[in-house]
């Protein structure tokens, strides 16, 4: 009976450990996508600072970095990764095939901006900014909720 006990309590120290690695693992995919999501807003307030002064230059950069963060953005989002303070929607999963449009819509903006800034076209840029944070919200409309879950 007590070898039983101890078994039995070795068995559920094992299942915690478990289940408290998964929960760790989770943390930090939801950490790294919201970086990932910081690192997009940065660049997106760079781009507007730097269309205002017409350098172009560094909107492109800037451009053409959100374009590599939004090849990012799916691989971000592991089934099911909802454990923890996060503001993802089930939708993300259910509708997986329109977030995976939203994404590619963010990555066509980047790209158009990136264009229009390369020719130097201020009336183009300033069109191709809107459009970029229409791709933005885009997606935060239907699958980012307004407040974080857990925690
Ligand atoms: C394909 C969908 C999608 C696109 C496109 C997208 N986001 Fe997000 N974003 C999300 C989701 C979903 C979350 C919530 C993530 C979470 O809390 O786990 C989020 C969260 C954020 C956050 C909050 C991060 C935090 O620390 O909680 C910021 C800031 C953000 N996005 C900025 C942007 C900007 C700027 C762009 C455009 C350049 C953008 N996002 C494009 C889906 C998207």
């Not at 094992?14 to 939801?30: E, H, K, N, R, T």
């Not at 790294?32 to 205002?52: D, P, V, Y």
């Not at 819509?105 to 390369?118: G, M």
Request: glycine residues 8%; hydrophobic residues 40%; aromatic residues 8%.
């Amino acid at each position: 009976m007590v070898k039983g006990k101890f078994l039995w309590a070795v068995l559920f120290g094992i299942l915690s450990l478990f289940i408290s690695s998964q929960l760790f693992a989770q943390a930090d995919v939801l950490e790294k996508r919201q970086k990932l999501m910081k690192g997009q807003s940065a660049a997106a307030k760079a781009i507007k600072g730097a269309a205002e002064g017409k350098d172009y230059a560094t909107v492109e950069t800037k451009a053409r970095d959100i374009m590599g963060t939004a090849d990012k953005i799916v691989d971000h989002f592991p089934k099911g990764s909802t454990a923890g303070k996060t503001k993802a929607k089930a939708e993300i999963w259910e509708k997986s095939d329109d977030f995976s449009k939203g994404a590619k819509n963010l990555r066509k903006a980047a790209s158009e901006l990136a264009d229009a800034a390369k020719s130097g076209d201020g009336a183009a840029v300033d069109v191709k900014v809107k459009a970029l944070s229409a791709a933005c919200k885009g997606c935060h409309e239907p699958f980012r909720a307004e407040k974080y879950s857990g925690e």
